[in-house]
């Protein structure tokens, strides 16, 4: 019998990626970038599967090059910004993605900046390379504590949650505010629901953001938001790039609006070198490595493929997207 044909848009881990071998007809894309848009559109043609990445942009032109023999888009990833689920979802095509395994590396992650950007760690590591260490000094690179201070969590999901957990073992106080509201989430962690994004904007010392992309969230950190946080704010985004407004992001680092940003998205993505964010020392910026652990990059690519194998093979698969109600 044949194998269903597939195509798998980047190397995966081993892991994941041998599932797919196994069951499938697989063309996999060798390249370290993600296939040019022209060139996705020739490889999905005729495939009953597709593993993507959130860098491979599939919306209803793609899916209608596959063909409609295409049952299955399996997203490499939790987010799913970069399918178009409508288009899917009139297309009887089912969509899969990858949620659970990497909340917590997530949240790890999500501390980690927060973190540095309170004490302010690589640019004590670049005050070193620099040469400038010269004696210890009473008044140089001081931070913000962050054991009593308030971290305000925008977006009470899975994330969210193990980020509050995470708070509460350095003495914080957590406030969040969810657009979905959601009191039973934060009972769970000691977390205190705002009502209003503008309250937790006023009160938070520390602010991660951690909602889904989508029109509604899309620049919710713009000038007036980030006009209403304290001078002495740091703001951690793990979610998505787009969420934060980046032109007015940088204005007010570096009009001493809010103190520092700790970054791991960014818009655009990637983040060209000579960006202007990547010239203030109050602006940190890793590249999307929120999951990058190897243990979840390894779930992450089981749960994919998992998915993809499901959705070729007629069986509905572990974790599909559904539209919003
Ligand atoms: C996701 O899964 O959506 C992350 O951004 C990458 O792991």
Excluded at 213 to 234: P, S, V, W, Y
Excluded at 241 to 261: C, M, N, P, R
Aim: charged share 20%.
């Amino acid at each position: 019998m044949n194998k269903p044909r597939v195509f798998v848009a980047r190397i995966i881990p081993e892991a994941g990626l041998n599932m797919v071998l196994d069951t499938c007809d697989a063309e996999i894309w060798p390249d370290e970038l993600p296939p040019p848009s022209n060139i996705l559109l020739e490889k999905v043609r005729g495939m009953q599967g597709i593993l993507s990445l959130l860098t491979d942009r599939i919306d209803g032109e793609v899916m209608d090059a596959a063909g409609p023999q295409l049952k299955i888009i399996s997203n490499y990833a939790v987010g799913f910004d970069n399918i178009d689920i409508e288009a899917a979802s009139e297309r009887g095509i089912l969509v899969g993605n990858t949620p659970g395994i990497l909340t917590e590396t997530t949240a790890d992650l999500a501390f980690t900046l927060l973190m540095s950007g309170a004490r302010r760690i690589v640019e004590g590591s670049d005050y070193i390379r620099a040469g400038r260490w010269k004696t210890f000094k009473p008044m140089e690179l001081l931070g913000l504590d962050i054991h009593h201070a308030t971290l305000g969590i925008i977006g009470m999901g899975r994330i969210g949650i193990e980020l509050a957990r995470r708070a509460k073992g350095f003495d914080m106080e957590v406030i969040y505010f969810d657009h979905r509201r959601r009191p039973e989430k934060g009972d769970s962690v000691g977390a205190k629901m705002c009502h209003s994004l503008d309250e937790l904007l006023a009160q938070a010392d520390f602010i991660s953001l951690h909602v889904p992309l989508t029109t509604e969230t899309h620049h919710l950190i713009d000038a007036t938001a980030l006009g209403k946080m304290k001078r002495t704010a740091i703001l951690i985004n793990t979610s998505r790039g787009q969420v934060v407004d980046s032109d007015a992001l940088y204005e007010a680092l570096h009009s001493g609006k809010i103190t520092y940003a700790a970054l791991d998205v960014t818009d655009p993505e990637p983040l060209p070198p000579d960006h202007k964010l990547l010239t203030l020392p109050n602006c940190l910026v890793v590249p999307h490595i929120g999951s990058a652990s190897v243990a979840t990059r390894n779930k992450m690519a089981v749960m994919a493929a998992e998915n993809l194998v499901a959705g070729v093979s007629g069986q509905i698969p572990p974790h599909i997207v559904k539209l919003p109600a």
